[in-house]
């Protein structure tokens, strides 16, 4: 794809060459269905190429090296939102990138198969997921102010809650998450959330301390099916 030429006035009788419709008449703000079709169509973006995603309503112009919102990266803003049901485990990938510091995930609701379900987070970069090497915990008080506590200490994934609600009983949570996609870092997260049987009230905390520049994650149950919805926000720290 041509840099842009800025602007040109037309004569009548002008030769309307390849380059002039490259450079002027190509400029204007491109349509896609989603980031995967914008880079499998622009391969070579040029700084100052404006592009509009349908599946986030977003425009965003290229900076030289990232695609970025159009006026900067600050505030909340939707990268993804995915659904799943009676699966395994559920990849959400390319959401963590340079265009912000700081992440916010949602599991806006999820069920197990069984009430006794672990959910279970785990980091990737590119398509590799990161099985090694999670540390943290996550605490649970119910209304009679009993506590729990789930650790992860070098595991193969971070357990969000021993817990996922089954059967009209949902979890939800709410992560916020950094040191991913800038560079290769060691991520760190922490959140709350709600296990709805009892109910539980969450607070989770933990990192990876392998460091990678991680690029998005994979939600799984320790023993059955997931069922459910997440969301992931850009939120700029400055």
Request: charged letters at 10%.
């Amino acid at each position: 794809m041509a840099a842009g030429s800025g602007f040109k006035t037309f004569a009548t009788g002008d030769v309307l060459t390849a380059a002039d419709t490259n450079g002027y008449l190509m400029q204007g703000v491109w349509v896609f269905a989603d980031a995967a079709a914008r880079t499998a169509a622009v391969t070579s973006p040029q700084e100052g190429n404006m592009s509009y995603l349908k599946d986030t309503n977003s425009t965003e112009y290229y900076s030289g090296s990232a695609w970025v919102a159009v006026g900067g990266s600050s505030g909340l803003k939707l990268i993804n939102r995915s659904t799943f049901s009676a699966t395994g485990s559920h990849i959400v990938d390319s959401v963590f990138s340079s265009t912000y510091k700081n992440y916010i995930i949602v599991i806006e609701y999820i069920y197990g198969a069984t009430s006794t379900d672990e959910l279970q987070m785990q980091l990737r970069y590119g398509t590799t997921t990161q099985a090694a090497n999670y540390l943290g915990a996550s605490r649970g008080v119910d209304s009679s102010l009993n506590l729990t506590t789930v650790a992860s200490n070098g595991v193969t994934a971070f357990k969000l809650w021993e817990r996922i609600g089954s059967s009209g009983t949902p979890s939800q949570y709410h992560i916020n998450i950094g040191q991913v996609g800038n560079s290769s870092q060691v991520p760190q997260w922490h959140g709350t959330g709600i296990y709805g049987n009892t109910p539980y009230s969450i607070f989770t905390g933990g990192e990876c301390t392998t460091s990678q520049t991680y690029t998005g994650f994979l939600l799984k149950s320790s023993s059955s099916n997931i069922t459910g919805a997440v969301s992931v926000y850009g939120l700029a720290t400055s």
